[in-house]
């Protein structure tokens, strides 16, 4: 009888085991995959706040352009009035996307960027002396938004080209 019984109980206890091992692997399995999940969604939201504001910032750069144009080529009262009205709107629609940015993305030299470009946009409202002052101001507006967009995408590179700090160290 004790043959019998000893290995039956070595077949229960490696089944046993077994599951153990195999639920485990299941286990790590999947934690594996929400870390996947998360940090493709954490991307995604990273990418939607840099797109987003390097719009608004163009947006707004576009309107401030329009409304200097106006003002240096003394169009009607209504059409400036008309004009300023829209820069404030585009001013406006560039805090949402830069709060996110602020919220989602740490990385100094990203936010840097981000700071000049914004900067450099309003900065376009005291270039209403000249044409040569407005275009200038323009140029460095939109040079400073080149910057932004390819800081961003540098950081923003997946993670198979340079290590994130989304990314697990090996076990």
């Known amino acids: ?34 870390r996947v999940t998360h940090g493709q969604t ?8 840099v797109t987003a504001l390097a719009c608004a910032a163009s947006d707004h750069r576009t309107a401030m352009w329009r409304r200097g144009d106006a003002t240096l080529t003394s169009a009607g009262t209504e059409r400036i009035e008309t004009l300023r009205g829209e820069s404030h709107m585009t001013r406006s629609a560039i805090t949402r996307p830069l709060i996110a940015l602020r919220v989602l993305i740490e990385d100094q030299a990203v936010r840097t960027a981000a700071d000049r470009m914004i900067e450099l946009t309003y900065a376009m409202r ?45 076990r």
């Open 1 to 34: 009888m004790l043959t019998v019984l000893v290995p039956a109980s070595l077949a229960v206890v490696a089944t046993l085991l077994g599951a153990i091992v195999s639920g485990r692997f299941q286990e790590r399995a999947a934690e594996r995959q929400i």
């Open 42 to 49: 954490i991307r995604r939201d990273r990418l939607e706040a």
């Open 126 to 170: 005291n270039a209403y002396a000249t044409t040569e002052d407005l275009t200038t101001a323009r140029e460095a507006a939109k040079d400073a938004h080149d910057t932004f967009v390819n800081t961003a995408a540098h950081y923003l590179r997946p993670a198979s080209t340079h290590p994130t700090s989304e990314q697990e160290s090996p």
